[in-house]
Each structure stands twice: as C-alpha cells, then as structure tokens.
C-alpha cells in the first residue's frame, strides 16, 4: 500500500508544482505590470522592477497555495476516477477512509510549507519591501531628474529638464511653484544643478528668470537672477512615521510580548491577534482543499459525462468557506475575544469533509455487503 500512496503523492505534487506556476505567474504578471508603470512614471529604472517582483513573490505564492492545492485534487482525483482507477482500489478492498490517505499527507506538506511562508518568509520580505519603496520616494534623481517630460514631484510642483549633459548639468529648466495659495512662482533658468548638503537638497539655477503672480491682485512680476538656490528638502523629505506596520512584526514577537507590538504599531489587541491567527490559520487552507476537493469527488459515481457536479458542488462549498471567512474576520477584529471564529471557515470545510466521506463510506459498505 505504501507503493499506492507514493503513486498518488508523485502526481499529486508533479501537478501542484503545475499549477502553483501557473497561477503564481498570473498574479505575479498583473502586480508587476502595475508595478512596473509606477515605477517607470516615478523615473526608476526598470532593473528595480526585478527586485520588486521578486520581493513580492511570497505574499504571492501565499494567495495561490491554497487555490492551487484545490486544484490539484479535483484534477488528480478526477483523472483517476475517470480511469477507473478508484473502483479498482475500492474493488481491492480499500474504504474511502483508507483512499484518504496520501491526499491527508498532501495536505499536511502543503499546510506546513505554506505555514513556513506566512510566519517566517513574507513578515520579513514585506518589511524590506516597504523599506526599499521609502528609499525609492526620497531619490532626488529618481523624482526629478527626466529629460523631457513635465512632472510632479510633489504636490503643487511642475518640474521640466530638456536635457541632462554627462557631468550632471540640468539644461533649460523650468520650474512652477502653486504650494503658497497667496502667489504662483516660476522659475526657468538655462542651466541648473541639483546638490546636497548634510541631510538638505538644493536646486541651484544659473541665468533665468522668476514670474510671481498674486492671486488676489493678479499682478505679474518678474525678477532676472544669474543665481539662486531653491531648498527641496522640506518637498522632499517625507515625514518618517515611527510606527512599525503590523504586518511586518516577527511571528515569534505577536506571539511572545503583545504589548510590546501594541506599543510599537498603535493597533488595537483585536488587530495583533486577527494578525498573528491569520498567518496561522491561513495554512490551514491546504489541508482543507486537499480534503474537501477529493470528499466531494469521491462520492459521486461514474459518469460518461464527467463529475461536473461534484466538482460545482467543491466550489460551491470553497466559496461558502470565504464567505464564512470574511464575516469572522470582521467579529473577531470588533472583539478580540472572538478570535476563534477566525478558525470557522477551516471548521466548516473539515466538518463538510468528513460528511462526505462518511456518505461515500456508506456506499462502499453497501456494495461491498451486496457483492457478497
């Protein structure tokens, strides 16, 4: 018997790592390509891109893994009850219980790794993403610095360079200044340089020319300059927030000192125990689309028109599972002493398993007393 499990669990998992692929690489493509527009309008190179992505893949591969456990079993389990394979099992005195076996394991493996990912893997990619996108918000280069092309740097800025020479000199710029609701400034200058000074950044300007408009007396004035300095860092400098996002908090911390995680991140102690059984029931996922999906499929007869039934039925039942899920996130985080209905929809999905292999079991007794 052990040679059957191994038979089941070699295609269980050379089709998982299929369709875990496939589906990664959907989503994977439809954050990058976003990601990447973002990142090219903001002036970055598109080598970021890569860094990004790959960042991203865990909190990625943590969304399909469970879909793709789904969908490994419907089609493993599926193909063999459409070879027959399965009444040959049943035929050679394995109960559905029994048959149970190597997509139980399946389950666990997938539980597990996925658990691996969600507790360990994506707190710590997600909180060097995040510190990658504020080193990217404050490069002057990156948000100044493109030939050609007006931009807004900031809130109430335009900036235009025509052209950028190899030593680093801004050739005819023009800059419009509307932050002061008093009086619109620009600036345009035929050459200019971006400099830093310790922790300020300065837009000096050569030879041009500054247009004030007053608001309320709509009076144009202009002042010719050969040189003046512009400090940017007040624009540029975002103010750094000393709250640490919950979900980059170490597992074994929400776990540990919950005080100390309230302190750092504000949140409220609904928030860090929504956010530490999140990550621990989320696994719980695999298991019961390993389960639930062979359940389902296991107990409807052969049919030379497929299970598409069964199959409605598994999805059917998924979609009830994330509904549940949705309904019991929302109380447990209005009452942190609901937590346990976070584990409701994983309940809901075992408890249908268990229903359904008990209606096949049933079958099987029954055929097996009426053959002898």
């Not at 875990?20 to 891109?49: C, E, K």
């Not at 063999?80 to 190597?102: C, H, V, Y």
């Not at 100390?260 to 125990?273: P, Y």
């Not at 299970?307 to 996130?329: H, P």
């Amino acid at each position: 018997m052990q040679k059957l499990d191994q038979y089941i669990l070699r295609q269980l998992f050379l089709i998982f790592v299929f369709f875990l692929f496939v589906f990664t690489l959907i989503f994977w493509i439809n954050r990058a390509v976003g990601l990447l527009d973002r990142l090219i309008s903001d002036g970055h190179p598109s080598s970021i891109l890569f860094q990004f992505a790959l960042l991203s893949l865990p909190s990625t591969t943590t969304t399909v893994f469970p879909l793709a456990c789904f969908a490994t079993v419907i089609f493993v389990a599926n193909r063999l009850k459409n070879d027959s394979e399965f009444a040959i099992l049943q035929s050679a005195g394995l109960s559905p219980w029994r048959m149970t076996k190597p997509y139980f394991i399946f389950g666990l493996l997938s539980m597990l790794i996925l658990g691996f990912f969600t507790t360990i893997i994506v707190p710590n990619t997600s909180k060097i993403l995040h510190e990658k996108q504020k080193e990217l918000d404050s490069s002057i280069s990156a948000r100044l610095l493109q030939e050609g092309k007006f931009i807004h740097p900031f809130k109430g800025v335009t900036f235009y360079i025509k052209g950028i020479e190899s030593d680093g000199t801004l050739l005819n710029v023009f800059l419009h200044d509307r932050r002061n609701k008093e009086e619109y400034m620009t600036y345009t200058a035929t050459r200019a340089f971006v400099a830093k000074d310790e922790n300020k950044t300065f837009l000096y300007m050569e030879n041009g020319l500054i247009q004030t408009v007053g608001k309320l007396s709509s009076m144009l004035s202009t002042i010719e300059f050969k040189s003046i300095s512009i400090d940017l860092s007040d624009a540029l400098t975002k103010k750094e927030s000393s709250t640490t996002h919950l979900s980059h908090v170490p597992t074994w911390l929400l776990i540990k000192n919950k005080h100390e995680v309230a302190k750092a991140t504000k949140a409220s102690k609904g928030s860090i125990l929504l956010e530490l059984h999140n990550r621990l029931h989320r696994p719980m996922f695999c298991f019961v689309a390993a389960i639930l999906g062979f359940s389902v499929l296991l107990m409807g007869n052969y049919n030379r028109f497929g299970f598409g039934k069964q199959i409605a039925l598994a999805i059917s039942i998924m979609v009830v599972i994330k509904i549940t899920e949705s309904y019991s996130t929302k109380l447990s985080l209005q009452n942190f002493l609901l937590w346990p209905l976070i584990y409701l929809p994983s309940l809901v999905g075992v408890i249908s398993s268990i229903l359904f292999l008990n209606i096949s079991a049933s079958k099987y007794r029954l055929k097996y007393r009426v053959s002898l």
